[in-house]
């Protein structure tokens, strides 16, 4: 399991690779990231968790929380899509996205994969460019709308 402990005060944060955590606090990271819908099952966040790659959560020690998180999908052999990378917005600035961000890498690197992509939002790439993240010239981000 991978661990990095951060930290910064007044908070103490750790962040480390798990396979399960609170349904609630991963609904509220969720929520965070204006990802989740009324009509979704929070039973559902165990099954997402257990059939990502890697799922990291950063954890407030003195509150025991969920204060963000950020996952992997991959088959573990050829390419790795980090998604889901979210902080709460009262611990936003502190360098816990950083930190998330960070040891997802590490772990996709330390298990072969080399080929790790991303869609990062309008004007975050400098949030990504230090850890070797950069543009795809000539490719763009689709998603399927089922409801058209």
Not at 30 to 37: Q, V
Request: hydrophobic share 45%; with cysteine.
């Amino acid at each position: 399991m991978g661990v990095c402990a951060l930290t910064q005060k007044p908070d103490a944060v750790l962040v480390a690779l798990v396979k399960s955590w609170d349904e609630n606090d991963i609904v509220q990271l969720y929520r965070a990231g204006r990802w989740w819908k009324d009509e979704y099952d929070p039973a559902g966040i165990s099954g997402l968790m257990q059939g990502s790659f890697a799922f990291v959560v950063a954890s407030d020690i003195t509150t025991g929380h969920a204060i963000g998180m950020g996952r992997v999908i991959s088959d573990g052999v050829s390419d790795a899509y980090i998604q889901d990378l979210v902080v709460l917005p009262s611990y936003r600035g502190r360098g816990i996205g950083l930190q998330i961000l960070t040891l997802l890498v590490n772990h996709c690197k330390q298990s072969g994969l080399t080929w790790i992509g991303l869609i990062a939002e309008p004007d975050s790439e400098a949030f990504y460019t230090p850890l070797g993240f950069e543009r795809m010239p000539g490719y763009i981000a689709m998603i399927y709308r089922s409801e058209q």
